[in-house]
């Protein structure tokens, strides 16, 4: 059995004893057999304690989770072990008690808050709802404890936007709303399944830093969910490691983080992307001819006073062989800057050549002799979202030939043979053609959109936050892989991310951008190493770091920012 119990003579808020969870097979399954998420595991979590579930996708971490609250109940999985949550069986327990627990004893904060805030209602409506469903208050009352936790959360000028509706909030905040939600009946135990992972740096560091205060001085205990091991460092006492459904190694973060005891862990460690870490490319700006320029490019949304500014006079160039990084917060018009270089969206003004052609508004860029085909200066983008960007009901051999149909190809003897080299390219196994994008991982459907980009030979590759959404072994083959190729096909790559440690690692320079400027741009040694900018410094202080002492320091030095 793979028991990792905290030897503690205190009370617990989660006792876990030879827990799994088995869903429903596929057509893939063994007759009778189904997918085993979570095996035997063991672990207990004491009052107001701090515990992280630390692995890979698909090493159990949500299912687990998921256990404690009891919502696997209806969904047809098997879930056999004992399980208890602030003193309630969840298997034992009747659905009046298990509503009574969500909620009231344990709240859960997932990754997406938009999936979890109702469009249609105001967010502080929503609070009170929750606090009206486990209490009996008024509507008064519940209201204002609404106003309460949104302030206690750190939402400026609660009364007032306790009224707005969720997409009036930015990504920060609707997470924030949505633990103020979890708050509203003084839970026992919080549970935060990813709840950082879509945020930039700055917004991750202010909600780590409120998990951390809440838990203080609320005195409720903390299972966090994430595969991003520096995400622990900066918020837990312990860390659990989990592989395949198994605990495979526990103990104090600074002590499983300082001296890992198992082959995994160390893997997963060796696999974060760090600010201190070894630079691979040499620190040397690129010559020659660029493959692609940017002069003055300005982007506005909307019209007369309403009017925002998303990209404001940004100006840059990349290089054959090279990698620009592109960094800054959400908002600062990282994304809109790179839809406009693959010419999704227009520039509002400016310039922009490719290969020392200019292209004028409306035509692609690989199009500059008016073929309509893209050819070798062609630009091709990778997104964040492989599942938003392929068509769930098409194969994706189909989806990775349609960049070669829009360019005339129309022999499918020559597409096929087209795609397979290219899944073999990207690492996947050419017979998939006809499989479709469910059946793919996170990181194949990644490389499935890497192999779409590739297969008009451009030039010049966008990658649009293309690892934020994956675990961390994952990322790092991706990012290999980006390499590989830039090297073996002469790319030039710029990567747009909010993950500074991540960009530091593929880039040769690097462009800071905040509210549409690029406030500082020069190699990595230069940016990292010297930053000029109080911004860039500012970005470079909210970095996780794998040192939970450190994390400590910076996480009061914020602290006093704040205060003053």
Same mark, same amino acid.
């Given at each position: 059995m793979s028991s990792f119990v905290v030897e503690d003579t205190s009370s617990f808020v989660v006792e876990v004893e030879g827990l799994s969870v088995t869903f429903p097979g596929n057509g893939d399954s063994p007759v009778g057999e189904g997918v085993a998420a979570v095996r035997d595991l063991s672990f207990t979590l004491p009052e107001g304690g701090a515990l992280a579930l630390v692995g890979e996708s698909g090493s159990g971490k949500s299912a687990t989770a998921s256990a404690l609250l009891g919502l696997h109940r209806g969904t047809g999985a098997r879930v056999e072990g004992t399980v208890k949550v602030a =003193?309630?069986?969840?298997?034992?327990?009747?659905?009046?008690?298990?509503?009574?627990?969500?909620g009231a004893k344990a709240a859960m904060v997932f990754q997406d808050p938009l999936s979890s805030l109702d469009p249609y209602y105001a967010v502080g409506d929503q609070i009170a709802e929750v606090l009206r469903v486990h209490r009996k208050v008024s509507r008064r009352d519940a209201r204002a404890r609404a106003v309460d936790v949104l302030d206690?959360?750190? #939402?400026?000028?609660?009364?007032?936007?306790?009224?707005?509706?969720?997409?009036?909030? /930015?990504?920060? &905040?609707?997470?924030?709303?949505?633990?103020?939600?979890?708050?509203?009946?003084?839970?026992r135990l919080l549970i935060a399944d990813e709840p950082t992972t879509a945020l930039d740096v700055t917004v991750q560091a202010q909600i780590l830093d409120l998990l951390h205060t809440l838990r203080r001085e609320e005195g409720m205990g903390l299972l966090l969910v994430t595969h991003d091991v520096g995400v622990a460092a900066e918020s837990v006492d312990d860390?659990?490691?989990?592989?395949?459904?198994?605990?495979?190694?526990? =103990?104090?973060?600074?002590?499983?983080?300082?001296?890992?005891?198992?082959?995994?862990?160390?893997?997963?460690?060796?696999?974060?992307?760090?600010?201190?870490?070894? $630079?691979?490319?040499?620190?040397?700006?690129?010559?020659?001819?660029?493959? $692609?320029?940017?002069?003055?490019?300005?982007?506005?949304?909307?019209? =007369?006073?309403?009017?925002?500014?998303?990209?404001?006079?940004?100006?840059?160039?990349?290089?054959?062989?090279?990698?620009? =990084?592109?960094?800054?917060?959400?908002?600062?018009?990282?994304?809109?800057?790179?839809? &406009?270089?693959?010419?999704?969206?227009?520039?509002?003004?400016?310039r922009l050549r490719y290969g020392?052609?200019? #292209?004028?508004?409306?035509?692609?860029?690989? !199009?500059?002799?008016?073929?309509?085909?893209?050819? %070798?200066?062609?630009?091709? &983008?990778?997104f964040q979202d492989p599942v938003a960007s392929l068509n769930p009901r098409r194969s994706i051999g189909e989806s990775i030939a349609d960049p070669l149909r829009a360019a005339g190809e129309r022999d499918e003897t020559v597409l096929r043979a087209r795609v397979?080299?290219?899944?073999? $390219?990207?690492?996947?196994?050419?017979?998939?053609?006809?499989?479709?994008?469910?059946?793919?991982?996170?990181?194949?459907?990644?490389?499935?959109? #890497?192999?779409?980009?590739? !297969?008009? /030979?451009?030039?010049?590759?966008?990658?649009?936050?293309?690892?934020? !959404?994956?675990?961390?072994?994952t990322q790092a083959q991706v990012i290999?892989?980006?390499?590989?190729?830039?090297?073996?096909?002469?790319?030039?790559?710029?990567?747009?991310?909010?993950?500074?440690?991540?960009?530091?690692?593929?880039?040769?320079? #690097?462009?800071?951008?905040?509210?549409?400027?690029?406030?500082?741009?020069?190699?990595?040694?230069?940016?990292?190493?010297?930053?000029?900018? !109080?911004?860039?410094?500012?970005? $470079?202080?909210?970095?996780? %770091?794998?040192?939970?002492?450190?994390?400590?320091?910076?996480?009061?030095?914020?602290?006093?920012?704040v205060a003053a």
């Open positions: =003193g309630v069986d969840v298997a034992a327990a009747s659905e009046a008690e298990l509503r009574s627990l969500r206690r959360v750190g #939402i400026p000028d609660a009364a007032r936007r306790s009224r707005s509706r969720p997409h009036e909030f /930015s990504g920060g &905040m609707r997470q924030r709303a949505l633990i103020a939600m979890a708050l509203a009946c003084e839970p860390v659990l490691v989990m592989r395949d459904g198994r605990a495979v190694e526990r =103990g104090p973060v600074a002590d499983v983080l300082a001296a890992p005891r198992q082959p995994y862990t160390r893997t997963l460690l060796e696999a974060v992307p760090r600010l201190d870490g070894p $630079l691979d490319r040499p620190d040397v700006l690129f010559e020659g001819e660029p493959v $692609l320029e940017a002069v003055a490019l300005r982007r506005e949304f909307g019209r =007369g006073r309403r009017a925002v500014t998303a990209v404001d006079d940004v100006s840059l160039t990349v290089h054959r062989g090279e990698t620009l =990084g592109i960094v800054g917060e959400s908002g600062s018009g990282k994304t809109t800057l790179g839809r &406009m270089l693959v010419r999704l969206l227009e520039p509002t003004s400016g020392g052609r200019e #292209i004028g508004q409306g035509r692609a860029p690989g !199009a500059a002799d008016g073929s309509g085909r893209l050819g %070798t200066q062609g630009v091709q &983008m990778v397979q080299e290219l899944l073999e $390219l990207v690492g996947l196994d050419p017979d998939r053609y006809d499989r479709y994008p469910h059946e793919f991982s996170g990181g194949q459907r990644q490389r499935v959109g #890497i192999a779409r980009a590739l !297969a008009p /030979s451009p030039r010049l590759v966008v990658c649009d936050e293309p690892v934020s !959404a994956l675990d961390v072994t290999d892989l980006l390499g590989r190729l830039q090297r073996d096909l002469g790319l030039a790559l710029v990567f747009v991310a909010h993950d500074l440690a991540v960009v530091r690692q593929v880039s040769d320079r #690097i462009a800071v951008m905040r509210q549409g400027r690029i406030v500082e741009q020069g190699t990595v040694a230069e940016v990292y190493g010297a930053p000029t900018e !109080a911004y860039t410094k500012e970005l $470079l202080a909210a970095v996780p %770091t794998l040192d939970p002492v450190l994390a400590a320091v910076r996480r009061a030095a914020r602290k006093e920012l």
